[in-house]
């Protein structure tokens, strides 16, 4: 029955890749709109300095070029500046000043993608460069170069957050046995999601409405965004219409609002016809938001005997020129404070402070729950620095202080009631997966051989779905999201919701939470998300936010239907409601299972027989908003061998045990786990964005910035335990980020115990060849 229903747990197919692997996604830039126009940016070859002028004359003398836009034609519109999620502000287009290279400088509307490009070369600015601060902790210096002249407070420091109990925490370090402590920098990454960004923007001046396909992972607040910025033009929310189409991956850099997407859209308004933009690779690798870029110092205070008793971190936090992150208002630094991680912390003191830089915007929460990867990061690397100083085994000094599976619900030092967990069974699973013990032995006779073997270890904690809507909004919306399901008198579904996949498969796990829910198979079952016209307001997808809240939602609207359904089967049966109980997916009688009725019998019934006063249809809506976050945990071990001669780490082996609760669809969370693991080695080994002293962009192309490939990928071995969240209806817990904040630990940790023993006790993220080599040699110990 249950593989017929294609219910909860059932690894079906992706419905939507019928379309994908024939090429018939529909993507943003495959919308094309008679008479539609091309907009395409110049931008800024300094990181700072004044406009003295700019000449449009040459792109307008081209024929096909029809306008050029600049900062100062926005003025009168009061376009030149948006607000960003975080409540800063960000120039759409600058009137006098850049501030980072690749900054949008004009804009030029053509009839044509190259006439339009030909337009932006024939653009002359005069220029004149001035000094640039690249690093965050100079920024933050007295006298540094300003970054923001047009903020009142004239230095570059944006904020400073902190949490905990810094007295307590103070003296628990004053008074312990051993410290450890460790300065950490996680570089600025990019997203490079397959798809770039993109608009097309249609406004039609007669019903004064305009229609918006973008790739934006939250459509619902970027209409609200769009009505706010842009009500005095006569755009009124009911007026706008935001289609998210197919979406080439996100992880979280489509969040933000980019300044193309408002030309665009200020373009078609004043036309009257539509414009589309779409980023080149170049564009996107160097202006659109980053993420990390965080510099981290980091203590922990234990007993001798290896029990962690206090935590305190202290970060400065790269924003680049404007705070364009997309965390929730009240976390400046996202979800940090999750730091603690898997353990039971009795002290713990936080600090972050956000520092303005000559660099794009940064702080974007890439595949993860707003700074859980750099949490996570933190202190599984602290851990295996104190397994080192009191020379304990990695995995036993983590058995012994894992918070226990009895202290669930559990209540941590910085105030995150974790829901469930089993941090023990999960790294059991994985060392015996792996072959733990063996491998240690293995590592101590090539040791001896002077061959370089390394393993690792990371047993991080997930914070995810926000959210509690007490807690989380953004922009002052507060954070829930939402679910309407419709049953047709045929039984066929038609399910909407407020959140919105980039490739997670959506289509397919959310009908399964409706299959499972009602009975009904998940081939009737159509998802469609992604419309502000037709589907619920909701928040959107990122920070594996879609199953614990839009799931919720769903499963919720899918029980009042249920509800409903009840009653019509007890009139259908003529019985009493209470005499008829929901069993193998039909309502029957109880005690009597030939008398039952199916849901579509029902749903029949609902347009065509239903109980006398009763109101027709079958249908309901649920706006949920979560009693708390969901936390799932996982225990990854990664092997890797050292190669003495070239300093090259090889992944050997990988085994990743993840928890995400009650899954929907095993096969998709696999796919989830094998994308994130692949995004968690990247960092680990291979990306990261770096800046000269003036602000140059080093790596603003893929031969500079070395995304990892099916060559660089190991054989993801992955394997799991199910533990439910308790308040989550189906149970479910996020899943589309672990691994990607789980894996950078693992693989660091295994080259650094691979590189123990001649002293070592921590390298930056990305550990490359060379940095390889130079310890190697350093040591005397390279081929
Ligand atoms: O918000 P986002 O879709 O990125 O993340 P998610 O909620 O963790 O879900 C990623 C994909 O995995 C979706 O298709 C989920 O429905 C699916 N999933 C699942 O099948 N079981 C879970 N316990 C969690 C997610």
Redesign the pocket.
């Known amino acids: 029955m249950a593989i017929a229903i294609g219910g909860i747990g059932q690894s079906v197919k992706r419905k939507e890749d019928a379309r994908f692997i024939r090429g018939r996604g529909n993507y943003v830039d495959d919308v094309k709109l008679p008479g539609m126009l091309y907009l395409d940016i110049a931008r800024s070859p300094y990181a700072h300095a004044r406009i003295k002028s700019i000449d449009t004359s040459k792109a307008l003398a081209i024929p096909g070029v029809l306008a050029v836009i600049t900062g100062k034609d926005l003025v009168p519109l009061k376009l030149e500046w948006m607000p960003t999620l975080m409540s800063d502000r960000q120039m759409v287009l600058p009137t006098d000043t850049v501030l980072y290279q690749a900054q949008e400088v004009a804009a030029v509307v053509a009839t044509e993608r190259y006439i339009a490009a030909d337009g932006v070369a024939a653009i002359e600015v005069d220029y004149e460069p001035l000094p640039v601060v690249v690093d965050p902790i100079k920024a933050l210096q007295p006298g540094a170069t300003l970054v923001r002249e047009d903020r009142e407070q004239k230095d570059n420091h944006i904020w400073h957050w902190e949490v905990g109990d810094k007295a307590g925490t103070d003296k628990a370090f004053a008074d312990a046995e051993v410290v450890v402590k460790q300065d950490l920098y996680i570089p600025r990454i990019h997203v490079s999601s397959i798809e770039t960004c993109g608009i097309v923007a249609s406004f039609d001046k007669i019903e004064g409405k305009l229609t918006v396909y973008m790739t934006t992972q939250a459509p619902h607040a970027i209409r609200t965004v769009i009505a706010l910025v842009a009500g005095h033009l006569g755009l009124a929310e009911h007026k706008i219409r935001v289609i998210s189409p197919d979406i080439g991956g996100g992880f979280g850099g489509k969040v933000p609002v980019y300044p193309g997407y408002v030309l665009a859209i200020g373009a078609s308004v004043l036309t009257g016809v539509p414009v589309k933009w779409i980023e080149d690779r170049a564009e996107n690798i160097q202006a659109d938001s980053f993420a990390r870029d965080y510099h981290i110092s980091a203590e922990l205070a234990a007993k001798k005997d290896g029990t962690m008793q206090a935590l305190r971190v202290k970060t400065i936090a790269d924003h680049g020129a404007f705070d364009a992150a997309a965390n929730p208002s009240k976390y400046p630094a996202g979800l940090f404070h999750i730091i603690t991680g898997s353990y039971p912390f009795q002290k713990s003191f936080v600090e972050v402070d956000g520092a303005y830089t000559n660099k794009p915007p940064g702080g974007i929460a890439y595949r993860c729950s707003f700074r859980v990867t750099e949490a996570a990061f933190t202190i599984e690397r602290l851990v295996d620095v104190l397994a080192l100083e009191i020379k304990k085994d990695p995995a036993e000094l983590r058995m012994q202080n894992f918070i226990p599976p009895t202290a669930f619900p559990y209540k941590s030092v910085l105030g995150w009631e974790y829901d469930s967990g089993d941090y023990g069974r999960a790294l059991k699973l994985a060392m015996d997966t792996i072959g733990y013990a063996e491998l240690r032995k293995e590592q101590a006779e090539k040791r001896k051989r002077g061959e370089l073997m390394g393993i690792g270890i990371s047993s991080f904690t997930e914070i995810v779905g926000a959210g509690p809507s007490k807690d989380f909004d953004i922009l002052g919306i507060k954070m829930f999201d939402s679910a309407e399901i419709r049953v047709h008198p045929t039984g066929k579904v038609m399910v909407r919701i407020g ?1 919105k ?1 980039q490739g ?3 289509e397919t ?2 009908g399964q939470i409706v299959a499972e829910e009602l009975g009904i198979p998940v081939a009737d079952i159509a998802v469609e998300e992604g419309d502000t016209d037709t589907a619920p307001y909701g928040l959107g ?1 990122y920070a ?5 809240v839009a ?1 919720g939602a769903t499963a919720i609207a899918a029980r009042k239907i249920r509800e409903k359904a009840k009653l019509i089967a007890a009139h259908l049966l003529e019985a009493n409601p209470d005499d008829i109980e929901w069993k193998d997916y039909k309502f029957q009688v109880k005690g009597v299972p030939t008398k039952s009725k199916t849901m579509q019998e029902i749903a029949f019934a609902a347009y065509t027989n239903h109980p006398q006063g009763m109101e027709a249809g079958l249908e309901a809506v649920d706006y949920y908003d979560p009693p708390n976050l969901t936390f799932p945990f996982g225990s990854y071990i990664c092997v890797v061998d050292i190669d003495r001669g070239t300093g090259v780490v090889k992944i050997r082996r990988f085994v990743a045990v993840d928890d ?6 095993p096969m ?2 696999e796919g ?1 786990i094998h994308g994130g693991l692949t995004m968690g080695l990247a960092p680990a080994l291979y990306e990261e964005i770096n800046y000269d002293k003036d602000g140059n962009i080093q790596g603003s192309n893929f031969m500079d910035y070395l995304l990892p490939t099916a060559m660089e990928t190991p054989n993801w071995e992955t394997a799991k335990t199910t533990t439910p969240s308790p308040h989550h209806p189906i149970g ?5 980020e672990s691994a990607t904040v789980g894996a950078p630990a693992a693989i660091a940790n295994a080259v650094v115990d691979a590189l123990a023993h001649l002293g070592v006790r921590h390298i930056d993220i990305p550990i490359t060849p060379w940095k390889v080599q130079k310890i190697l040699k350093d040591n005397g110990v390279a081929e």
């Open positions: 959140v996949s997670q498969g959506h796990t959310f997808t594996s936010r879609s199953t614990p799931g995400c609760g009650t899954i929907i669809n998709i969370v989830q479910a817990k996020g899943v589309g």
